[in-house]
């Protein structure tokens, strides 16, 4: 069979056929330590480290931390964290903050060559004079400045002598280009703020443009790739490698490919940071968060994280992949390996009336049917069980195949019960139902009576041994499928108000034991994890997601 490459792939195949030494492949991931990673970074952490994983190339991990103003050190140690969670290793960690003094040179350079100048106008007159795609722009009259008053000036910027916005350096490029972006750029700017790598020695700080592709060619990336909305950038990113760069040097190739996004989120860490700052939810790793902290805590595995950006793939156009993909790869993977479990969320009594009063018994349950290693767990059982209250019904029709009066169900793990009574309260709501038991259809015994067909089989907790826990069920945070792509309104208008539940549960005794992080499914439920805020005396579950899609179908 042909293996099927992505077009990132050809590019790189093309360029190895045309005389590019394999040795000379190198990739870079590109972070800026403002915010967490979400979902649409693990798409570019998988495009970057299976390229150098396939072309057995060093992947870089650089931090573009050029902006003080919104960079912080535990965004960084967050990043590092994700990355290696996800299961990559980088082979280089670097900061373009190591290369403020180089960069500094260079724009020197630019400088001296003439391609470069410092404007004194205020931001808002060099926006005016920056025409429209269609327009020209109009020179700033510091434009043909000596070059040695832009010298001074530049250098004396950096020295700390003007306040923010008082001059700025411009590339001198074109102010008619048809790239609104060539139309003499602004290139360093002055900042005066901490940063948490260079602290107080730099007031002076590149821009995007001016600092990523330079960074990329002192680290000689082969391929920097990044997402489409750069592509416009791709002109001012050759401009400025061809000011600097070596001719006997690599020079960096930038490529893009579509961005990800996920139905019914936001992938914008300014977005998920404006959610948190209004308090919609209770931070970065909120389990409702599309970041991969928030997904880990919710219970997603790095496997099904992956295997959810493999199968969205590498597009050239962008698009928004269903959230239901998502749920599917963690369904899928959990299934392999959580084990199995029986907890009760919305719990009504079972009261067998044929069961000696006062005994216990100790059952036998699977722990994963799908992988026999797994091995068995004990579950205790005994006269009174909780059930879910939606698995019975006084009287229904056949599509029911759960408990009614008169007619006999599974319990898991346990023997076949018959209902045969329902106690209610005043409002007449069932508090209590009574059945019977047969106890020659104990789960694992070969007897003509465990042969008997019945119609369904429902999970339960013995009342005696079961613990109490908090479930978290979450529901999606956007109430509309794309909520930041609405022209006339804003994505903030859209969140959903009732993305928490918080459920008192039953369940068994064995997750009495469970560790912060672990993963089970709840048989007929779902799969779950326990939450970090679990302590001593509560135990607390993220619902990861429904055994199904859809809560309604459950059953029937
Ligand atoms: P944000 O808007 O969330 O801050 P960003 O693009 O500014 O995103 P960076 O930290 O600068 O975030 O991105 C690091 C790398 O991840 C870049 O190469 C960027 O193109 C890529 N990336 C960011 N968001 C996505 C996404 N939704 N899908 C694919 N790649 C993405
Ligand atoms: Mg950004």
């Given at each position: ?14 360029d ?7 040795s ?12 967490f ?8 952490i998988c ?5 150098a ?9 650089r ?6 103003v ?17 299961g990559f ?12 003094e180089q960069?500094y040179?260079?724009a020197l350079e630019?400088?001296k060559?003439?391609k ?7 931001s808002?007159?060099m926006?005016e004079?920056k025409g429209?795609?269609t327009?020209?722009?109009?020179n ?17 910027m ?6 923010e916005?008082k ?8 102010m ?10 602004v290139?360093y700017?002055?900042?005066k703020?901490?940063h948490?790598?260079t ?5 002076v700080?590149p821009l ?5 592709g330079e960074?990329?060619?002192i680290?000689?990336i ?5 997402t489409?909305?750069?592509?416009p ?7 400025f490698?061809?000011?600097?760069a ?9 490529r ?9 989120t936001?992938?914008s860490?300014?977005k998920?940071?404006n ?5 919609h939810v ?8 599309p ?8 219970g ?13 793939g ?5 698009n928004v ?10 369904r899928?993977?959990?299934?392999q390996v959580?084990?199995r479990v ?5 719990p009504?009594?079972?009261?067998i009336?044929?069961?000696p009063?006062g005994?216990?018994?100790?059952l ?11 091995g068995?767990?004990?579950i ?7 059930i879910e209250r939606?698995d019975?019904?006084?009287e229904a029709?056949r599509?029911?195949?759960?408990l ?5 169900v599974r319990l ?11 106690e209610?309260?005043?409002n007449?709501?069932i ?6 038991y047969?106890?020659?259809t104990?789960s ?5 009576e ?9 999970h ?11 479930v978290?069920?979450?529901?999606r ?7 930041d ?5 804003d ?10 539940e918080v459920i008192?549960a ?10 912060i ?6 048989q007929?439920l779902?799969y779950f994890?326990?939450d ?6 509560k135990?607390?579950?993220n619902?990861t ?12």
């Amino acid at each position: 069979m042909k293996e099927s490459k992505n077009f990132i792939e050809n590019i790189i195949d093309e360029d190895l056929a045309s005389g590019l030494d394999q040795s000379l492949l190198k990739f870079r991931f590109p972070p800026e330590p403002n915010g967490f990673l979400h979902i649409g970074h693990v798409k570019a952490i998988c495009v970057n480290f299976s390229l150098a994983k396939k072309y057995k190339a060093p992947v870089v991990l650089r931090f573009d931390d050029t902006n003080p103003v919104k960079e912080e050190q535990q965004y960084i140690d967050a990043i590092k964290k994700d990355i290696s969670w996800l299961g990559f290793k980088w082979d280089e960690e670097r900061f373009a903050s190591d290369y403020f003094e180089q960069l500094y040179n260079w724009a020197l350079e630019l400088i001296k060559n003439g391609k470069a100048y410092v404007d004194s106008q205020s931001s808002t007159l060099m926006a005016e004079q920056k025409g429209t795609p269609t327009s020209p722009g109009e020179n700033s009259i510091y434009r043909d400045r000596p070059i040695e008053e832009n010298i001074r000036l530049f250098n004396e910027m950096r020295q700390g002598v003007y306040a923010e916005g008082k001059h700025v350096l411009r590339a001198k490029i074109s102010m008619n280009a048809n790239n609104m972006l060539l139309r003499d750029p602004v290139i360093y700017r002055v900042i005066k703020k901490e940063h948490p790598r260079t602290g107080s020695n730099w007031v002076v700080y590149p821009l995007y443009d001016w600092a990523h592709g330079e960074s990329d060619y002192i680290e000689q990336i082969s391929h920097s790739l990044c997402t489409l909305e750069f592509k416009p950038h791709r002109e001012l990113y050759n401009w400025f490698l061809k000011q600097i760069a070596d001719p006997n040097k690599l020079k960096p190739k930038q490529r893009e490919f579509a961005r990800l996004n996920l139905s019914y989120t936001v992938t914008s860490k300014r977005k998920l940071k404006n959610l948190i700052d209004q308090g919609h939810v209770t931070g970065w790793d909120d389990p409702r968060m599309p970041t991969v902290s928030g997904l880990r805590r919710r219970g997603y595995t790095p496997e099904s994280l992956q295997s959810f950006v493999n199968t969205a793939g590498v597009a050239k156009r962008d698009n928004v992949i269903d959230v239901s993909l998502l749920e599917f790869c963690v369904r899928d993977h959990l299934n392999q390996v959580a084990p199995r479990v029986m907890a009760v969320l919305d719990p009504i009594k079972l009261n067998i009336i044929n069961y000696p009063e006062g005994k216990d018994e100790i059952l036998m349950g699977e722990n994963n049917p799908e992988d026999e290693s797994a091995g068995i767990r004990e579950i205790p059982f005994s006269r009174d069980l909780y059930i879910e209250r939606e698995d019975f019904r006084e009287e229904a029709n056949r599509k029911f195949f759960r408990l009614t009066l008169g007619k006999e169900v599974r319990l898991k793990n346990a023997y076949f019960i018959t209902a045969t009574s329902c106690e209610k309260d005043e409002n007449g709501e069932i508090t209590v139902i009574h059945c019977t038991y047969d106890p020659l259809t104990k789960s694992g015994m070969d007897t003509e009576e465990s042969k008997r067909k019945v119609k369904g089989t429902l999970h339960w907790v013995s009342v005696k041994h079961a613990v109490k826990a908090e479930v978290r069920a979450y529901d999606r945070l956007f109430l509309d499928e794309a909520p930041d792509s609405h022209k006339d309104k804003d994505y903030m208008e859209f969140v959903n108000p009732n993305s928490l539940e918080v459920i008192t549960a039953f369940v068994e005794p064995s997750l009495q034991t469970a560790t912060i992080g672990e993963r089970f499914q709840f048989q007929r439920l779902g799969y779950f994890c326990v939450d970090k805020d679990t302590s001593e005396n509560k135990l607390v579950f993220n619902r990861t997601v429904p055994l199904r899609d859809s809560w309604t179908k459950m059953g029937e």
